[in-house]
């Protein structure tokens, strides 16, 4: 038996950067690696092909697409019981949608201004800070210190040369995926399965509903648009929550967070290759101390954790 609560990250972010304590077994760790990478894989790809959507759709119509068809989906597959909850509960699952649907619409803000690369950099240092506090270790802070000093990389060649607005909207989304952490783990606590996230979800896609249509209009109901939206909400849901579920039967949750915080750099590839967004080297460097960064830090979090 296997017994773990995951935090799972829509958007560029890992869908786990921070897990609960787990009891699995390493059996096959090739295997694990193998389910995180690809689930990695499929998140930032899944991101890239959002990017697609923003020329036409806008940011506002991508989010809409994005958590409106994912919210169908998981509606339709966790089928959650609504009844039996207090309202506590139901202000926990509230406040849950309230920051995924935030966290969404900062993040396809910031990747509508700013490389895909450097907005993924800048969204991971919510919930590396968090790690840092959650830790309460001295060293902790040293990671932090590392992940600041990736900002200031990323910064070498000016923020003026990467739009101030996106850089301001994914630390925004970094903000918000912070509290879509601790609000996850309080919601895990008080529904069953995956219902908590499917009732957040549903939430995120009724704040974002109006934002869509305001902006997109009848844009989202195009085939091809409905088609790409389908692809997204697979590529940043279906696909990798399946995947990182499997994976941690087979690893211990430090590595399994380890192996999710090369999402930076394997966001700085999907927009490579998919969008032909490049890069320069200080803001490859950049990309890398903060991975190293973030590595560092959950590792650091969990041994603080015994």
């Not at 806008?58 to 809409?64: I, R």
């Amino acid at each position: 038996m296997t017994n773990t609560r995951t935090q799972v990250a829509p958007a560029g972010a890992p869908n786990t950067l921070v897990v609960g304590r787990s009891r699995a077994t390493t059996a096959r760790p090739g295997a694990g690696i193998g389910l995180v990478l690809a689930g990695t894989l499929s998140v930032q790809f899944g991101s890239a092909v959002a990017a697609l959507l923003l020329p036409r759709a806008g940011a506002c119509g991508t989010v809409t697409l994005r958590v409106t068809i994912a919210a169908v989906l998981l509606l339709a597959v966790c089928r959650p019981r609504l009844r039996g909850h207090s309202r506590t509960d139901w202000a926990v699952a509230v406040a849950f949608g309230l920051a995924l649907g935030g966290m969404n619409i900062f993040f396809y803000q910031a990747i509508d201004r700013i490389p895909l690369g450097p907005a993924v950099t800048l969204e991971v240092l919510g919930p590396l800070l968090l790690s840092v506090v959650a830790a309460r270790r001295a060293v902790s802070l040293l990671w932090a210190g590392l992940a600041l000093a990736g900002v200031f990389l990323l910064g070498q060649d000016g923020f003026g040369g990467i739009d101030p607005a996106g850089v301001r909207f994914a630390l925004g989304a970094g903000a918000m995926w912070a509290a879509y952490i601790v609000l996850n783990s309080r919601a895990g606590a008080r529904f069953p399965r995956l219902d908590g996230l499917a009732v957040a979800m549903a939430v995120a896609a009724l704040v974002s509903l109006p934002l869509g249509i305001a902006s997109a209009g009848t844009t989202l109901l195009d085939p091809g648009m409905l088609g790409l939206g389908l692809a997204v909400a697979l590529l940043s849901s279906g696909l990798p929550y399946t995947l990182e579920l499997l994976a941690l039967r087979r690893l211990p949750a430090a590595t399994f967070a380890v192996l999710t915080s090369l999402a930076p750099a394997v966001a700085a590839l999907a927009g490579f290759l998919v969008l032909g967004q490049t890069l320069s080297a200080p803001q490859c460097l950049a990309i890398a101390v903060v991975v190293g960064a973030s590595a560092g830090a959950v590792r650091t979090g969990g041994a603080g954790r015994g």
